[in-house]
C-alpha cells in the first residue's frame, strides 16, 4: 500500500497477479485460487487469516486472473472449461441469476455501475484470435465492439464510458 505523501509503499502481499479491494477485503490468486482476507486500509495491514473463495480462477493473457469485485458483487471466470457462463452470485457464493449465453469467453471487465460486462470472444481455429464485445447484463443482449482476424484482448472500462483493450497482430 501508498499514499500520496509516502509513495514508496509498503508490500502488503506479495502475489503475481493483481489484488482488489472490496467489501474489506483485499483479494488476489495464489497459484489459480481466488482468495480473500480482511484489509485495514488505514494501517496498510492484512488481518486475520486468508480463504479460498473459487478453487479454480481462469488465468487470461500473462496470467492475469479473471475476476473483478465491488462491495456488492464478485465476477469472475472458472478455469478448466472452455465454454463459460457469466452468472451473479451472492456475497454468500450462492448463485443468483445467469447473464447472456454460454460461449467461449477469455478477460472480461465489470463496468463500475455494474449494468454491462466488456469481454473477449474467443474464436475457434488454428490460430489465437478475438474480438471484444459488450454484454448488457440485465437484457443480455451482446453488442460486437471489434471485429475480423485480429487478437483484440484484456479488454478494461476506462473512467467514463471509454473501453481499451489490446490488439496483437
Known amino acids: ?3 500520496l505523501a509516502a509513495p514508496e509503499g509498503t508490500l502488503v502481499v506479495s502475489s503475481s497477479g493483481r489484488g482488489v479491494y472490496a467489501a474489506g ?11 480473500a482476507q480482511p484489509f485495514a486500509p488505514a494501517s496498510g495491514r492484512l488481518e486475520g487469516e486468508s480463504r479460498t473463495l473459487v478453487p479454480a480462477v481462469y488465468q487470461g493473457a500473462g496470467r492475469t486472473p479473471a475476476f473483478w469485485a465491488s462491495d456488492s458483487a464478485l465476477v469472475y471466470a472458472v478455469s478448466g472449461s472452455r465454454e463459460r457462463q457469466f452468472r451473479w452470485f451472492d456475497r454468500a457464493g ?3 441469476q445467469t447473464a447472456g ?3 467461449l ?6 463496468s463500475p455501475d455494474g449494468s454491462r460486462v466488456v469481454i473477449e470472444v474467443l474464436k475457434d481455429g488454428p490460430a489465437v484470435r478475438s474480438t471484444i464485445s459488450s454484454l448488457d447484463m440485465s437484457s443480455g443482449v451482446f453488442t460486437p465492439i471489434t471485429s475480423g482476424d485480429l487478437n483484440d ?11 481499451a483493450f489490446a490488439r496483437n497482430t
Do not use: H, K, M, Q
Not at 477485503?25 to 482468495?35: A, F, K, M, Q
Not at 469467453?105 to 465489470?110: A, E, K, N, S, V
Not at 484482448?153 to 473501453?163: K, L, M, Q, S
Open 1 to 3: 500500500s501508498a499514499t
Open 25 to 35: 477485503e483485499l483479494l488476489w490468486t495464489i497459484e489459480d485460487r481466488l482468495v
Open 94 to 96: 450462492t448463485a443468483l
Open 101 to 103: 449465453p454460454p460461449g
Open 105 to 110: 469467453y477469455g478477460g472480461f471487465d465489470l
Open 153 to 163: 484482448n484484456d479488454p478494461r472500462f476506462g473512467p467514463g464510458v471509454e473501453i
